[in-house]
């Protein structure tokens, strides 16, 4: 089952920080697994913000913080001095919260569920 309008990073996405425009196109081209991570969510259900502190320094830190409607925020950081790993730290820990928040929410996961879906 595929949304009409999914989420996307490209719609969902502010950057903060010491973020320049070319990293933000290439973000976008790098993070296709993301965006196929937040199909299963509609269009403006997501909003994520990206924090880029300390940019270039032994003390740059980087984080994805991530709101799903009706859902706990979800945050991945990473310390990494490289930017290039730094995003892509943040990105494939994302994308493996947002695979648990998922899967904790669909009823053949979760018992309290599965007894709602039967009334």
């Given amino acids: ?15 903060h920080g010491d973020v320049y425009e070319g990293d933000v196109e ?4 790098r993070w296709s697994k993301l965006d196929a991570r937040l ?5 403006g259900t997501v909003a994520m913000q990206l924090f880029v502190k300390d940019r ?14 009706g859902h706990n925020p979800l945050v991945a ?5 490289d930017l290039d790993h730094a995003f892509n730290e943040v990105r ?12 904790k929410s669909e009823p053949r996961n979760n018992k309290h569920l599965r007894e709602t879906d039967r009334h």
Avoid: Y
């Fill in 26 to 29: 290439k973000l976008l081209d």
């Fill in 77 to 81: 950081t990473s310390s990494s001095a």
């Fill in 56 to 69: 270039d320094s032994k003390s740059q830190h980087v984080t994805l913080d991530v709101k799903v409607d």
């Fill in 1 to 15: 089952m595929t949304n009409q309008h999914p989420a996307t990073v490209a719609d969902s996405l502010t950057v």
């Fill in 39 to 43: 199909r299963s969510f509609d269009e």
């Fill in 92 to 103: 494939d820990e994302m994308i493996r919260q947002l695979s648990d928040m998922k899967t």
